[in-house]
């Protein structure tokens, strides 16, 4: 009888432990999400919106077309337990304002060297997926010193060697398509037209963006103006391939990681960042298209995490 009624005093302890194990696991998760703040900085004359949190180095995470910062909400508590994480809305996109005169990823980087000056940060490490990976090497290109770490997310440099078949192959032919007769098209058809990008670019379209983030993507995108802006990150290529061939001219001294989905664009986005870094580091994610993160979370966190 004492035998039993110990077995059921331990086994009722054991339970007891895991529940609050699992409790104050839960908690914790909880509270990581909540110190994440949405805040916004009037930087030269731009409005913009951005998620900070976190403690540590810094980390600033530059989303891509089709997606806002919301795109690096399942990984902030992540980050956040080693880093202060800035992860803006990029110019013209999101909850950012859209900027007067011309869009281009050498202005973009300089706005968000702002932003990131302006909340005390001296240095940094810089994260960027698609358009952002490009707004991202500009940002370490032009400010060298203050970036301590790059990371460049399944995309390409325009103006650097390969670029040319990326940019010119006609199952890209989004690159080209902006402007007046684009955007009436598009317009009140913008769940048709994203849904190519996030399914026809995934490697698989039933593990690629989910549902409740295709809804706030598309709603970001829908409002008066924000189509036109978003394009003129496509439309300021010409210009980005004249600033990025100079830039190229310096290589990058910063430790470096090249990331990006075996069905994508990893192995012309390695073979540009060798030759515009010294010290480059390539992961390739398997079984992803361009939505590395989405796709492959694990993969893409473990290696983000590791390198940064």
Same mark, same amino acid.
């Given at each position: 009888?004492?035998?039993?009624?110990?077995?059921?005093?331990?086994?009722?302890?054991?339970?007891?432990?895991?529940?609050?194990?699992?409790l104050?696991?839960?908690?914790?998760?909880?509270?990581?999400?909540?110190?994440?703040?949405?805040?916004?900085a009037?930087?030269?004359?731009?409005?913009?919106?951005?998620?900070?949190?976190?403690?540590?180095?810094?980390?600033?995470?530059l989303?891509?077309?089709?997606?806002?910062?919301?795109?690096?909400?399942?990984i902030?508590?992540?980050?956040?337990?080693?880093?202060?994480?800035?992860?803006?809305?990029?110019?013209?996109?999101?909850?950012?304002?859209?900027?007067?005169?011309?869009?281009?990823?050498?202005?973009?980087?300089?706005?968000?060297?702002?932003?990131?000056s302006?909340?005390?940060?001296?240095?940094?490490?810089?994260?960027?997926?698609?358009?952002?990976?490009?707004?991202?090497?500009?940002?370490?290109?032009?400010?060298?010193?203050?970036?301590?770490?790059?990371?460049?997310?399944d995309?390409?440099?325009?103006?650097?060697?390969?670029?040319?078949?990326?940019?010119?192959?006609?199952?890209?032919w989004?690159?080209?398509?902006?402007?007046?007769?684009?955007?009436?098209?598009?317009?009140g058809?913008?769940?048709?037209?994203?849904?190519?990008?996030?399914?026809?670019?995934?490697?698989?379209?039933?593990?690629?963006?989910?549902?409740?983030?295709?809804?706030?993507?598309?709603?970001?995108?829908?409002?008066?103006?924000?189509?036109?802006?978003?394009?003129?990150?496509?439309?300021?290529?010409?210009?980005?391939?004249?600033?990025?061939? #100079?830039?190229?001219?310096?290589?990058? *001294?910063?430790? !470096?990681?090249?990331?990006? @989905?075996?069905k994508? $664009?990893? %192995?012309?986005?390695?073979?540009?960042? #060798?030759?515009?870094?010294?010290?480059? *580091?390539?992961? !390739?994610?398997?079984?992803? @298209?361009?939505?590395? $993160?989405? %796709?492959?979370?694990?993969?893409?966190?473990?290696?983000?995490?590791?390198?940064?």
């Amino acid at each position: 009888m004492r035998r039993g009624l110990l077995l059921v005093r331990v086994v009722t302890a054991i339970c007891i432990a895991v529940i609050f194990a699992a409790l104050t696991g839960t908690a914790r998760a909880q509270t990581a999400t909540k110190e994440f703040a949405s805040r916004e900085a009037n930087i030269d004359g731009t409005r913009i919106h951005y998620t900070t949190g976190g403690s540590g180095p810094a980390v600033v995470l530059l989303h891509g077309f089709a997606e806002t910062s919301r795109m690096w909400n399942p990984i902030l508590p992540v980050l956040g337990a080693k880093f202060t994480v800035i992860a803006p809305d990029l110019p013209g996109i999101g909850d950012s304002s859209i900027p007067n005169g011309e869009m281009s990823m050498k202005t973009a980087a300089i706005q968000i060297h702002d932003l990131v000056s302006s909340l005390g940060v001296t240095k940094a490490r810089v994260v960027g997926h698609d358009i952002g990976l490009m707004v991202a090497y500009a940002y370490a290109a032009q400010f060298p010193t203050e970036v301590e770490k790059l990371v460049v997310m399944d995309a390409f440099l325009p103006g650097v060697q390969g670029w040319e078949p990326i940019y010119d192959d006609p199952h890209y032919w989004h690159f080209r398509f902006n402007g007046p007769t684009p955007e009436a098209l598009v317009k009140g058809r913008e769940n048709i037209y994203f849904t190519y990008f996030w399914n026809d670019l995934a490697a698989d379209k039933d593990h690629s963006i989910p549902e409740t983030d295709r809804k706030a993507y598309l709603a970001a995108y829908s409002r008066p103006g924000r189509m036109r802006a978003a394009w003129g990150y496509f439309v300021s290529w010409p210009q980005a391939a004249n600033d990025f061939a #100079k830039m190229a001219q310096t290589k990058l *001294t910063m430790p !470096v990681l090249s990331i990006g @989905g075996d069905k994508s $664009l990893a %192995e012309p986005l390695a073979a540009q960042m #060798k030759l515009v870094a010294a010290n480059v *580091t390539v992961v !390739v994610v398997t079984n992803s @298209g361009h939505w590395i $993160l989405e %796709e492959q979370p694990k993969q893409t966190t473990d290696a983000l995490v590791k390198f940064l």
